[in-house]
């Protein structure tokens, strides 16, 4: 999997990410009074050990898994700032094929309507593996929000930085949970507007260009299916790469019933889009992001699919995440409502 790297900003994707949120990041010695979100309930003031590091320690996120579940990480880059503007420099750009100097630390999981972290771990297929669930503490309560620590494994196998200190670094960090799971503070969450509200009903009309440069619209690429699974993602998102066998296989099992698939690419890495689909045997339609996106949806999050009509209209409140048991229950909830 290919990653996307910035100068202040270290987007991991794991197997269990499933969205990536247009989020804050934070380099902890560039923020000594801690940082907070408000949107969630919580503040993190970290430990000394965290706030004055040889490698780059930073907080990323949140990553809205759902609209119940939220998450935030910590991540270490075994290069100083200096060293990591240089290979940037060098290698010319932001996407790399490997980057294992990336270390992840640990999750903040933010779970809300009174759901558990066991709960949730069985309601999404068990995406957590035994180990991490052992790892997992609950560290505050705020009403019916729970928030719980996943420390990563300091004794797991991991590549060696050129610079054996960054590992040894690591290693203590990472072992440091007790201090960790201290430094966290929260309180009531402040109430965000919902970035969906009047999306259903509303229709959806745009022009864009397939991965072959050739012109498409919505009005043709609706009118093929009763309903479109209509997948917002992007090539550099983890979820999103991981679900598109899932969505090949809507795209055929479906289809008998009237339902199609339509992919909407945000980011413009053709060759890499080209490999993707490949890999993964995609047949339905991908193509660019409408110059016109935010006019009909807000994208907070990756992936997110839409249910539309053959109209353009939007059938159903949209899907965060790549939930792939979702897609089927809204589906089949919509052919049902549609006889």
Known sequence: MRKIISLFLV???????????????????????GIAFPGLGFSFVPPEAYADTKGIVAVDGPVSISKTVDVVFCTYLAMTEEEFADFLEKTGTVIVDEVPWIYDLFTVIVIRKGMTFSEYNTYSGRRYTSAQVERTREIGKVGDTTYYLMMEDPDRALPSPSDPAYLHEY??????GDEVASSFSFREAEAAPDPYAGLPGSRIVFSAKDLDGNEVSSADLFARNRITLLNIGATWCGACIAELADLQEIHEKMGEKGVGVVGILTDDYLDLAREEIAEYGVKYPVIWAPDNL??????????????VGQDGTVLAEPVIGAVLSRYYTVLNDLIRKQK
């Open 294 to 307: 935010a006019d009909f949806i807000q994208v907070t999050s990756y992936p997110t699919s839409l249910f």
């Open 11 to 33: 987007l991991v994707f794991t197997c269990c990410i499933v969205s990536m949120t247009a989020a804050d990041s934070a380099v902890l010695k560039e923020k000594p009074g």
């Open 171 to 176: 290693r203590a960090l990472a072992g440091a």
